[in-house]
């Protein structure tokens, strides 16, 4: 809890170095990135939108935008305040962050998604808890060690119908700051499971319902 605690109260170049450790302590890692998400997601998304206004672009893109900006600096959490133009680590950060919104909007630009596949996401839509590891962690025993934390949720992702198992666990590994996945996922979903956005948001709200219920009634017990 200590730990926790001093993470949240970090400032932005720590949360930056936790985010690096993530293969030596992942969960440090993931909490540090939701709080530095939080800490700049609304600048971030005024970068986004002032640059797509620019463009003729609509908010649905700026906003995959901001989701595209994060999971780079989650895989890439490289800003070197010693380049920076301004003494301010706060201002810096948010510039670095602006010429990491404008990259993004090149790839959409270039490729119709702002999205970087690769070996760890392959765009692909993730059926079962086992694809679901697979897909999150590239080192064996990380890989091992999640699978085992997320054995407890066995019995209720097993439950859900196939869409709902799907797009829930879909979901959660595309997803790290926000509601949006990458636009040629949430295509893949509609295509592959026939169904509309409206109703693959009905199918994800009615999946985290019951997972959600799931693990207050096993908490309590």
């Not at 040629?184 to 709200?205: A, F, M, T």
Request: include cysteine; charge should be negative; charged fraction near 30%.
């Amino acid at each position: 809890m200590e730990v926790i605690e001093e993470i949240k109260s970090a400032c932005s170049l720590d949360l930056l170095t936790y985010i690096g450790w993530k293969e030596e302590y992942p969960k440090e890692a993931e909490i540090a990135f939701s709080v530095f998400c939080l800490r700049y997601d609304q600048a971030v998304l005024k970068a986004a939108e002032i640059n797509c206004s620019k463009w003729g672009l609509t908010e649905t893109i700026a906003l995959d935008l901001v989701n595209c900006t994060f999971a780079r600096v989650w895989k890439y959490p490289t800003y070197d305040h010693e380049k920076s133009k301004t003494k301010n680590i706060d201002n810096g950060i948010k510039r670095w962050l602006s010429k990491i919104v404008f990259t993004q909007l090149a790839n959409y630009s270039n490729n119709g998604t702002c999205h970087e596949a690769d070996q760890d996401t392959d765009l692909s839509l993730i059926h079962d808890l086992d694809e679901f590891s697979e897909k999150s962690t590239p080192d064996e025993m990380t890989r091992t060690e999640l699978r085992k934390q997320l054995s407890v949720l066995d019995e209720v992702i097993n439950s859900l119908g196939d869409k709902h198992r799907i797009i829930y666990l879909t979901y959660k590994l595309y997803t790290h700051a926000g509601n949006n996945i990458p636009r040629p996922v949430s295509k893949k979903l509609q295509e592959e499971l026939d169904l509309v956005p409206g109703s693959i948001r009905k199918y994800k709200e009615q999946a985290n319902k019951q997972v959600g219920n799931f693990l207050n009634q096993n908490n309590g017990n």
